[in-house]
């Protein structure tokens, strides 16, 4: 997407959670719907102006703002096919901007505000955190990082 066009904001239903996560996870506005009232998903989306992403046939049938049926049940094709649907790019700047479990911006934080909110060994090894200000995760570039960034390689993402 270029930078005058606003990023694609999604509301995922209850089949795609982990896709939800994973969007959340590379910085996109990825709301989990975890109701099965069909009604109530669309009219969410109608309200919050977000695009819904369902693989329910029957909800795909029905009058939306806009919905994407997502055709696969493997993530890595989901996450592709919302990919190309949107011309969304994996960006590695954008990686961890979202609080994976609340979809809201997380911040940084001092690191002695978080001393007794991370194990000692993470405390001892990382200088940067940042914590949701919704639920109080705190987030911190681990190793699970390198695995990401991998992920984005084969992706041949920015």
Known sequence: MNEKTEEPKFLVDFMLGRLAKWLRIWGFDA???????RDGILLKSLQDKKIILTKDHTLSKKRAWKLVLIKSDFLSEQL?????????????????????ICNVPIQQIEKIKVKNKVPPFVYENYDEFSYC?????VYWQGTH??????????????
């Open 145 to 158: 990082l390198d695995l990401i960034n991998e992920q984005l390689k084969n992706k041949k993402s920015t």
């Open 80 to 100: 592709d096919q919302v990919k190309e649907e949107f011309g969304l790019e994996f960006n590695r700047e954008k990686l961890f901007s979202r609080c994976s």
């Open 133 to 137: 200000p919704v639920c109080q995760r």
């Open 31 to 37: 709301d989990y719907y975890r109701n099965t009232d």
